[in-house]
C-alpha cells in the first residue's frame, strides 16, 4: 500500500478541516514550521521573492506613471530605475548617514538641506517603521514635493522586527491601514489619499517565518483579508495650487 505524501496529508487535512469545520485542540499539524525557530530571519532574503516586497513592486508597477521627473527615493534608486524607467529626468538617494549611493544626506523628521518643492515623485518603502517621529517626516515629505508630485509610500502591518535596522536607527512601529491614512491626511488633502492593505492569515503566518512567494500557492496571493494586514501601500498627491 503506497504512503502518504505531507502534500496529500494536508490536502487531505484541508479537505477535512472545509467539511468537518477546524480541528480540536491540539490536532493541528504543524509539519516542518513546528519550530520556535523561523526558517528564515531575514525576511526570506536568502530563499527568493519577500512576500511584503511582492506587494510593494506590484503597488510600485500600477503607479508606474507617478515616477517621473525629479525622483527621491530612501537608501538606494532600485525602484526608480526599475518602474520610472526614461519619464525619471533626475534620480535622487536620500540616506541618514551617507552610502556610496546616497546623493542626500539628511533627516526626514528635520528636513534640513531638503530644498521645498524640490521633488515630482517620492517613492518611501518600508521606511516609516524606522523613523520614531514619523508626522514630523510626513510634514517634510510634503513640503518638499512639488506641486502635483505623489508620494508612493508603503508600511509593513504583521511583521518581524528587522534586527538590522534596529540596531542602527531603530524599527519602532508597525501601520494598520487607518493609522496610515490618519498619517498622510495631516499632510495631505484626504481626497488626495489612497490607501490599500495586502494580506491574509496564512501570508501572515508565512512571512513571519521567512517563507518566500515561491513557498505559496499562487492563490493565497490573491486573497486579501481585512483581519490580516501584511503590508499597507498609500498614493498620495500634493494640490497642484496651494489651498
Known amino acids: ?6 502534500d496529500k496529508l494536508d490536502r487531505q487535512r484541508s479537505t477535512d478541516a472545509a ?11 504543524f509539519g516542518s514550521l513546528g519550530q520556535t525557530e523561523p526558517i528564515s530571519r531575514v525576511f526570506g532574503l536568502d530563499r527568493g521573492q519577500c512576500i511584503d516586497r511582492y506587494y510593494v513592486e506590484r503597488f510600485l508597477n500600477a503607479h508606474a506613471e507617478d515616477i517621473r521627473g525629479r525622483v527621491l527615493e530612501v537608501a538606494e534608486n532600485t525602484y526608480t530605475r526599475q518602474f520610472g524607467g526614461d ?10 548617514t551617507g552610502t556610496r549611493q546616497s546623493t542626500i544626506v539628511a533627516d526626514l523628521t528635520r528636513g534640513d538641506g531638503l530644498a521645498t518643492g524640490a521633488f515630482d515623485c517620492i517613492i518611501l518603502t518600508q521606511t516609516l517603521q524606522h523613523i520614531y517621529d514619523s508626522r514630523a517626516a510626513m510634514q517634510t515629505i510634503e513640503r518638499i514635493l512639488a506641486p502635483g508630485g505623489t508620494l508612493l509610500v ?3 502591518g504583521i511583521s518581524q522586527i528587522s534586527r538590522y535596522d ?3 536607527w531603530g524599527d519602532y512601529w508597525r501601520f494598520t491601514s487607518l493609522a496610515l491614512r490618519r498619517l498622510l491626511e495631516e499632510a495631505f488633502a484626504p481626497q488626495q489619499v489612497e490607501v490599500q492593505a495586502f494580506g491574509n492569515v496564512l ?6 517565518q521567512g517563507l518566500v512567494v515561491e513557498d505559496l500557492p499562487h492563490d493565497a496571493l490573491g486573497f486579501n483579508d481585512p483581519d490580516y494586514e501584511l503590508i499597507v501601500c498609500a498614493r498620495a498627491s ?3 495650487t496651494p489651498s
Open 203 to 208: 501570508l501572515a503566518t508565512a512571512f513571519l
Open 154 to 156: 508603503s508600511v509593513p
Open 166 to 168: 534596529m540596531q542602527r
Open 19 to 29: 467539511i468537518n469545520g477546524p480541528p480540536s485542540v491540539s490536532a493541528v499539524y
Open 238 to 240: 500634493k494640490s497642484e
Open 1 to 6: 500500500m503506497p504512503q502518504a505524501t505531507p
Open 87 to 96: 519619464r525619471v529626468t533626475q534620480s535622487d538617494v536620500l540616506h541618514l
